[in-house]
């Protein structure tokens, strides 16, 4: 299991938080996920070998948030 902490950029309430962590939970492999909306980031617990960094910020992207590390 990876742990990976990313900086996230758009959100604008707590539901903005909701919405990034059921996109990254749907992911396939992701394990765990936490959006401290406070510090602006993301912490998440994934298996490398059914996902990755790419599909992650992908699934952000689309959320219609971004991300980096």
Do not use: R, W
């Not at 490398?48 to 948030?65: C, E, F, M, R, S």
């Amino acid at each position: 299991m990876n742990n990976l902490t990313l900086k996230l950029k758009g959100m604008s309430c707590a539901s903005c938080a909701n919405n990034i962590e059921q996109a990254i939970l749907a992911i396939s492999g992701v394990i765990d996920c936490h959006v401290n909306f406070g510090a602006e980031q993301v912490t998440i617990n994934y298996e490398p070998k059914q996902t990755n960094l790419a599909k992650i910020q992908a699934a952000i992207v689309d959320a219609g948030y971004s991300s980096f590390s």
